[in-house]
T-cell receptor, first 114, second 114 residues
Framework: DAGITQSPRHKVTETGTPVTLRCHQTENHRYMYWYRQDPGHGLRLIHYSYGVKDTDKGEVSDGYSVSRSKTEDFLLTLESATSSQTSVYFC?????????????FGQGTRLTVV | KNQVEQSPQSLIILEGKNCTLQCNYTVSPFSNLRWYKQDTGRGPVSLTIMTFSENTKSNGRYTATLDADTKQSSLHITASQLSDSASYICVVSLRLTGANNLFFGTGTRLTVIP
């Protein structure tokens, strides 16, 4: 398995509290992504990073922020969690510069906002 | 607009039967196309990856085809097994750096019944 780890794997939090999810990789891939997956919607991009301190928004970025201070770690923060952010969150890594590179996914974090 | 569409949304087949899943895309500039299998509660795992010059690629009972002219791909599953029950996701990559380069279909949910 590719070296990509998400933490925590499960979290229950209250509305209005801040939450940070962590994605850690040991593959030295340049790109890192955060997706959320909800029934009927497939994987939707929240934010992505194409290098240290280089990040950009995806299609569902409202209410989320990210940081990437080093190659290995990509943090997703919900500043003030809402019930609509209850979802399964997946981190992915890839390196477009490598021939035929594929994207590798973490095991997911199930977040419940009550 | 870069889009990836999959059909059918869901499929139920009897164990031992074959099936074919479809993926159409309008993504440019195209780099490669991948099929992923996602078991319930787990992250997607790559089955095949194809570049524009490849027409067919097999991985055991899974065979993917790509027609770069019509921008269509299919995933054929032979002699289905109960363990094939999962979601199958088509992902198309762009030849881009410094921007999001992964585009996802919403997946086909396959259920194999005894």
């Amino acid at each position: 398995d590719a070296g990509i780890t998400q933490s925590p794997r499960h979290k229950v939090t209250e509305t209005g509290t801040p939450v940070t999810l962590r994605c850690h990789q040991t593959e030295n891939h340049r790109y890192m992504y955060w997706y959320r997956q909800d029934p009927g919607h497939g994987l939707r991009l929240i934010h992505y990073s194409y290098g240290v301190k280089d990040t950009d928004k995806g299609e569902v970025s409202d209410g989320y922020s990210v940081s990437r201070s080093k190659t290995e770690d990509f943090l997703l923060t919900l500043e003030s969690a809402t019930s609509s952010q209850t979802s399964v969150y997946f981190c992915a890594i890839s390196d477009p510069g490598r021939l035929n590179t594929e994207a590798f996914f973490g095991q997911g974090t199930r977040l419940t906002v009550v | 607009k870069n889009q990836v569409e999959q059909s059918p949304q869901s499929l139920i087949i009897l164990e031992g039967k074959n099936c074919t899943l479809q993926c159409n895309y309008t993504v440019s500039p195209f780099s490669n196309l991948r099929w992923y299998k996602q078991d319930t509660g787990r992250g997607p795992v790559s089955l095949t990856i194809m570049t524009f010059s490849e027409n067919t690629k097999s991985n055991g009972r899974y065979t993917a085809t790509l027609d770069a002219d019509t921008k269509q791909s299919s995933l054929h599953i032979t002699a289905s097994q109960l363990s094939d029950s999962a979601s199958y996701i088509c992902v198309v990559s762009l030849r881009l750096t410094g921007a999001n380069n992964l585009f996802f279909g919403t997946g086909t949910r396959l259920t194999v019944i005894p």
